[in-house]
């Protein structure tokens, strides 16, 4: 229902770091892998985060967040080993 040539930023509106990302991942992932973060040159891990606006997607589509970051990982999580098996059996 989004106008053609109109971006939409989707997701959620929730600051969350590359790095805390990637622990999420890890941690739904259940393997217990674990996340390395590098240092910048000068020594100073980076702090930046960009958190996009979603407002144009919930007033103009009507969306909202209704699942949160750890379910929907293990959401896709599930369902890419799962499709990953049906094509290994093909």
Do not use: F
Not at 1 to 14: I, T
Request: proline letters at 3%; hydrophobic letters at 30%; charged letters at 30%.
């Amino acid at each position: 229902r989004g106008r053609n040539c109109h971006p939409y930023n989707v997701g959620s509106e929730q600051a969350i770091s590359i790095a805390e990302t990637a622990r999420a991942v890890s941690q739904a992932e259940g393997r217990g892998s674990a996340v390395t973060i590098d240092e910048a040159r000068d020594g100073r891990a980076e702090t930046s985060r960009y958190v996009p606006s979603t407002r144009k997607a919930r007033i103009e589509l009507g969306l909202q967040e209704r699942v949160d970051l750890p379910t929907a990982l293990r959401r896709t999580l599930d369902w890419y080993l799962g499709s990953a098996t049906q094509v290994e059996s093909q």
